[in-house]
């Protein structure tokens, strides 16, 4: 809804910015209309089993050459037994296997892979949940964690998160 975008537009300010509403699935732009898609922690939160859905339609508004780039929860023993959410409700992770498989159905070419993150990040998430779902308020520590975390993802040797930057063949 319109309120969703309420602090991206308190927080953005320039001008040449248009904020729209749409979903990952049905993307509300013509073909071929950017340079560049981002996607960060967006692809476990659409409908099971609509990733091909949704990489056709980055795929659709990407200009020949364009990029993509996605980040999404790395799927491995120690970071789906400590994601909570991976047990209680289901959030999805992926490995890099199933990433390149998406692109290569889809149009796209794997151009860089990472996996980043290691104890701060799922500290900080377990922190975010604990935090929100048992005392419904901002995380605790929240500067400390996420200085920390910041300086674990300059390194490219995690196992929480993927990042991909595809490119449109």
């Keep these: 809804t319109d309120k969703d975008l309420v602090t991206a537009r308190e927080s953005i300010k320039n001008k040449k910015i ?23 922690e967006v692809l476990e939160h659409i409908p099971v089993d609509s ?12 200009k020949p050459e364009g990029a993509f ?10 970071t789906n037994l400590l ?4 047990w209680l409700i289901g959030h999805r992770h992926y490995t890099q296997q199933s990433l390149i498989k998406f692109a290569n159905s889809n149009g796209f070419k794997v151009k860089d ?14 922190n ?7 005392f ?8 400390l964690c996420l200085k920390k975390d910041t300086e674990e993802y300059l390194d490219d040797n995690g196992f929480v998160d993927i990042f991909v930057k595809f490119e449109k063949k």
């Design 18 to 40: 248009r904020f729209t509403i749409g979903t990952a699935n049905k993307l509300p732009f013509k073909d071929r209309s950017f340079d560049t898609v981002v996607s960060w």
């Design 51 to 62: 990733e091909n859905k949704m990489f056709k339609e980055v795929f659709r508004v990407l």
């Design 69 to 78: 780039y996605l980040s999404t929860p790395n799927s491995s023993l120690l």
């Design 83 to 86: 994601d909570p959410a991976w």
């Design 113 to 126: 892979i990472k996996i980043k993150g290691r104890w701060w990040s799922l500290f900080l998430t377990l």
């Design 128 to 134: 975010l949940y604990f935090s929100k779902w048992v």
């Design 136 to 143: 419904k308020r901002r995380p605790l520590f929240d500067s």
